[in-house]
C-alpha cells in the first residue's frame, strides 16, 4: 500500500490545476494529474514534481464522460492504490461568450457537462471509493475541494452558463458535505477571483486596467499559487470542524463597500 495521501487533480495539466498539483507535490502528496486534450502539459506537470521528489502520473479524460471519469479513479488506484483527495478543478468558460440573448444550447451543454455534471458524478464515485477505504483503513479520512469562482455570486451577462454552473457548485458542496461528514470526509468550495492563466488571457488588458482602478482591494492580479495554497490549508486539515465552507481567494473582491 502506497504511503503518501494521494490526490487526484482535474485539469491539473494548466493554470490553477497545475498551481495546485506542484504545491500538493511539495507537500508530499502523490499526485495524479488529469488533462483532458494536452497530454504534454500534463507530463511537464509530472516532470516538475518528479524532478523535485515527488510522486506524479498524468491520467487522460474528460470529466465529461462517465467512462473517462470511472478511468480516471481505475488509473489512481492502479498507480497509488488509494485517494485521500479529490480537487474538482476542471472547468471551461461560456463558449463563444455571447450575450444572455444570444446564448446558445450548445454552450449551456457543454459547459454545464464539463462545470456541474462531470465534478457532481466524479466526487460521487470518488466518495464512494473514499469511504469503502475510509471502512477498510486504507485511509484516514478523506477531503474534497470543489473550485468553483466569484462567478457563482457575481453575473457576467456574456457567461449566463458558467455562472449558473458555479453557483451550482455551492449547492452540490453543500450537499456532499452534509452527506459525507459521517464518515470523516470533508468537502470545501473555493471560489478564486480573476487569476492569471489561459482562461483569462484573452481578457488581460481589460483587467490591467480595472484592477489598476481600484476593482477588489488587493490590486493585483490572482495567480494560481494563491489558489493552490488555500487547497492545501484545507487538505492539512487547518479547517477540522468546518465543512461545506466556501474560501474565497479573490483579492477581497466580495466586499460590498458603499
Ligand atoms: P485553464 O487555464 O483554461 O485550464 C483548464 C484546465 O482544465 C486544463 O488543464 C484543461 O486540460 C482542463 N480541462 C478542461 N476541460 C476538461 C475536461 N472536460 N476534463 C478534464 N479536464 C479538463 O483554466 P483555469 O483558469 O486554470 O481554471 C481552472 C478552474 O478554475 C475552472 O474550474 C475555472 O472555472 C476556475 N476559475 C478560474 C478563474 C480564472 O480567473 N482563471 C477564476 C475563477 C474560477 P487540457 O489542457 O488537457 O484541455
Known sequence: MWKQKVALVTGGSRGIGRGICAQLGQAGYAVVVNYATRPDAAAEVVAEITKAGGQA???????????????????ALQR?????VLVNNAGITSQGRKDILEATEASWDTVFNTNLK?????TQLVANEMVRQIDEKIITDGKIVNISSISAHTISLNRADYCITKTAIGVMTKLYA?????????????????IESDMTAG??????????????????????????????????????FST??????DGGFHIRTL
Not at 502520473?57 to 488509473?75: F, K, N, T
Not at 497509488?80 to 485521500?84: A, N, P, Q, T
Not at 481600484?214 to 486539515?237: E, F, M, N, Q, Y
Open 118 to 122: 462531470g465534478p457532481f458524478f466524479l
Open 80 to 84: 497509488f492504490g488509494r485517494i485521500d
Open 203 to 240: 481578457v488581460k488588458e481589460k483587467y490591467d486596467r480595472l484592477i489598476a482602478e481600484g476593482l477588489w482591494p488587493i490590486r493585483r492580479w490572482g495567480r494560481p499559487d494563491d489558489v493552490a495554497k488555500a487547497v492545501l490549508a484545507v487538505v492539512s486539515d487547518y479547517f477540522p
Open 178 to 194: 452534509q452527506r459525507l461528514a459521517e464518515f470523516g470526509i470533508g468537502v470545501f468550495e473555493i471560489c478564486p477571483g480573476v
Open 57 to 75: 502520473v498524468a491520467a487522460g479524460g474528460s470529466v465529461a464522460v462517465a467512462e473517462d471519469r470511472q478511468g480516471l479513479m481505475a488509473r
Open 244 to 249: 461545506g465552507e466556501c474560501i474565497n481567494v
